[in-house]
């Protein structure tokens, strides 16, 4: 299983890194067998100016995943679902055949994300 605390965690780095009025916060999600998290990149104003979903091998097949996705999208926050490499053309039919819409998806190489294996 990936580690998604750690790839939130380098992410982060990367964004304040590139713009240090910004401030990025991220929670660590979980259920019985799964681990997503959400990061929120927040403007010197303290407000949300976008929101990124991090998914792990099968994290995303989680039943409420999509409407969490489209929930963000219609409320107005920019939105991207970052997902391994090898589950993209899987999440892309699944998220478009379950009605997502409005969000953008990246693979963990695409972000520069090395993902580490949870020990």
């Excluded at 990936?2 to 991220?26: F, H, K, P, Q, W």
């Excluded at 799964?34 to 010197?44: A, C, F, K, S, T």
């Amino acid at each position: 299983m990936i580690d998604i605390s750690n790839s939130m965690a380098d992410r982060a780095e990367r964004v304040t890194g590139s713009d240090a009025d910004l401030t990025v916060r991220y929670s660590l999600y979980t259920d019985d067998r799964r681990e997503w998290g959400v990061l929120h990149i927040l403007d010197p104003m303290e407000r949300v100016i976008g929101l990124e979903f991090f998914e792990s091998e099968d994290s995303w097949m989680r039943p409420n995943a999509v409407n969490d996705y489209n929930m963000a999208v219609h409320e107005g926050f920019p939105v991207s679902v970052i997902v391994p490499d090898r589950v993209f053309s899987q999440f892309i039919r699944d998220a478009h055949s379950r009605g997502g819409e409005g969000f953008s998806t990246y693979l963990f190489s695409e972000m520069g994300l090395t993902p580490r294996l949870r020990a």
